[in-house]
């Protein structure tokens, strides 16, 4: 993640919360507690928590977690 692009982009607070070892959708403690080696790579990019992760990309999933 470029962090001056992010900046740039208005990601200032998101970058923020990822620095706290939060998830920068949802604010949420990260618990490191990812379900698979994607989950993982998705998270080292985003930064976003697993819950969040399935709400996005797997919306079925993501209901009602």
Known sequence: ???EI???AGF???LDLIKEGKCPTC???IDH???DELRL???KISGMC???QDKIFNPKEG???
């Open 12 to 14: 200032g607070k998101e």
């Open 41 to 43: 790579k998705e998270y």
């Open 27 to 29: 604010s949420a403690e």
């Open 1 to 3: 993640m470029n962090r």
């Open 33 to 35: 507690n990812f379900r």
């Open 63 to 65: 209901v009602g977690k």
């Open 6 to 8: 992010m900046l740039a």
């Open 50 to 52: 697993q819950d969040c």
